[in-house]
């Protein structure tokens, strides 16, 4: 099979571009109290929209309000098609606070008084995913592809993975923008694997999510992470579905035990300029 060029080389408007989302500790919550703060397996709408909007120095109550661009395109009208290439392993952190401190310092109830003592402790779980590994292709409008591109390479507010404490790994952004984001993921971006392939292994087993139904899916899913608001004591989500299926890629996408010189390279060959035409 003839692989398609590597670098764009079409007059075809930028349609997306990929994203790596790597860190010792992410965590992606959907169903978060402040005792419990779950995670997904996965990215979720509401964390990628949250960090291109933080990226851009969109206070939370604008972060949904249509950008200052040609067209007002929202981050909203994104997609996404995200790549497993490491699930992760499941970790909780026990957090206590409040303990130690005077009185007048001591945590309050929901009616505003003071914890009495003896209770001034509060205990919270907090689950992550350590060593996980998300390529993101990022669908949408042009002018909002370049929009991502810069503000996320110079962002405003630090980018994080779901929460401040998990810092991504670099680099984030993985790709100028593309034309045919979702080829690059299947074919070209280096796969960040746990292990190496075997020795006889042409093709590798690897868990996409999509946010449109693609064909043949093996699972189908419902999560309340569409961001409606953004808004302190106002925050809202809606439910939205995603689709999953098991891509075969090949083998000799793996970028080896230390991916860094492999992603180096792969994100250098897409900004050399294209050859003019023949």
């Keep these: 099979m ?3 060029p590597l670098a764009d080389t079409t007059s075809t408007p930028p349609s997306g571009l990929l994203l790596r989302l790597a860190g010792v500790l992410s965590a992606y919550g959907t169903d978060t109290a402040f005792t419990r703060r779950d995670t997904q397996p996965h990215p979720t709408r509401s964390a990628l929209i949250g960090m291109f909007a ?37 970790h909780t952190d026990f957090h206590t606070t409040g303990s130690g401190r005077p009185r007048h310092q001591q945590l309050r109830t929901s009616k ?5 003592e003896g209770k001034t402790t509060y205990v919270t779980h907090r689950h992550y995913l350590t060593d996980a590994c998300f390529t993101v292709a990022v669908h949408g409008d042009a002018t909002l ?37 979702l080829t690059h993921l299947l074919k070209h971006a280096p796969l960040t694997l746990p292990g190496p392939p075997g020795p006889d292994e042409d093709r590798i087993p690897v868990t996409f999510w ?40 090949p083998a000799a996408l793996y970028a080896g035990a230390n991916p860094l010189p492999a992603l180096a390279d792969y994100r250098h ?4 300029p294209c050859p003019p035409p023949p």
Excluded: K
């Excluded at 370049?146 to 670099?170: K, S």
């Design 269 to 272: 060959q897409l900004e050399q």
């Design 112 to 116: 505003g008084d003071r914890r009495p």
């Design 2 to 4: 003839t692989m398609p």
């Design 54 to 90: 933080a990226a851009a120095g969109r206070p939370r109550h604008q972060a949904l309000d249509p950008l200052d661009l040609p067209g007002h395109p929202r981050y909203t009208d994104l997609s996404f098609t995200i790549r497993v290439d490491q699930p992760g392993t499941p």
């Design 145 to 181: 592809i370049a929009h991502l591109a810069n503000t996320l390479e110079h962002p405003q507010f630090a980018p994080y993975l779901g929460r401040r404490a998990c810092v991504p790994d670099e680099p984030l952004v993985l790709t100028p923008p593309l034309t045919d984001p």
């Design 210 to 249: 999509w946010d449109t139904p693609p064909p043949n899916p093996t699972a189908h899913r419902e999560l309340a992470d569409n961001p409606a608001d953004f808004t302190p004591h106002h925050r809202r989500h809606t439910v939205r579905s995603l689709w999953s299926t098991t891509e075969h890629l």
